[in-house]
């Protein structure tokens, strides 16, 4: 059976592996969710990465201050540095999604 070519490989790619994480994984997922932020900041994920993320995480439930806490514990971690480029990241990745929306409007 031939699978027919999509407009968008990399995201169904991305999807894909988004979903299969979530049904092999133990946590529940807001806590999946948060600990891929964590992740996103550890590797210094750009802003599309954040996009992607942030509105799954929405959508399993977790709030702007859970974010701002997974922030707060990695600091010691990963640093200053990276946390404030995850910050402005995820300022960034918030601005692409309201440009997004007007368009759709």
Avoid: C, K
Wanted: charged share 15%.
């Amino acid at each position: 059976m031939a699978v027919e070519p999509s407009e968008t490989p990399v995201l169904d790619l991305l999807a894909g592996m988004t979903a299969q994480s979530f049904e092999a994984s133990s946590l529940d997922p807001a806590t999946l969710m948060l600990a891929r932020i964590a992740a996103l900041v550890a590797v210094d994920a750009p802003p599309a990465s954040y996009l992607m993320n942030l509105g799954a995480a929405t959508e399993a439930g977790v709030d702007v201050e859970q974010v701002r806490g997974v922030l707060t514990a990695v600091a010691p971690i990963v640093g200053t540095a990276r946390v404030a480029s995850a910050t402005g990241n995820i300022v960034r990745a918030l601005g692409l999604a309201l440009e997004s929306a007007e368009l759709d409007e």
